[in-house]
Nanobody, 125 residues
Framework: QVQLVESGGGLVQAGGSLRLSCAAS?????????MAWFRQLPGKERDFVAS????????AYADSVKGRFTISRDNAKNTVDLQMNSLTPEDTAVYYC?????????????????WGKGTLVTVSS
């Protein structure tokens, strides 16, 4: 079984930064899969934020976070991070870590097969 555990969420003022981390565990090889971050507001769909391929060399970002967020992974530690800078109240959401079914970076919700429980990010104005 694969487990994904997010950490690093919290309350931050607009313009501030947060770093989210996702720790993956289970009986599988971490480098077989791309990883991604999604976010969701209550009553809304879960939206793509960023993804990273198996090696970390290829990434993809939602237009709304390009230039402000950076996704990275440490294949030695089985972790994937999301550095979030210049945060705005519109970034407030529950952020979810996800494992892709394949090794290539993808923006597709339906391409994910495992999800974490989420971590709340609240940006105050």
């Amino acid at each position: 079984q694969v487990q994904l555990v997010e950490s690093g969420g919290g309350l931050v003022q607009a313009g501030g930064s947060l770093r989210l981390s996702c720790a993956a565990s289970g009986r599988y090889t971490f480098t077989n899969n791309a990883m991604a971050w999604f976010r969701q507001l209550p009553g809304k769909e879960r939206d793509f934020v960023a993804s990273i391929n198996w090696s970390g060399r290829r990434t993809a970002y939602a237009d709304s976070v390009k230039g402000r967020f950076t996704i990275s992974r440490d294949n030695a530690k089985n972790t994937v991070d999301l550095q979030m800078n210049s945060l705005t109240p519109e970034d407030t959401a529950v952020y979810y870590c996800a494992r892709a079914k394949s090794s290539g970076a993808t923006t597709d919700f339906y391409a994910m097969d495992y999800w974490g429980k989420g971590t709340l990010v609240t940006v105050s104005s």
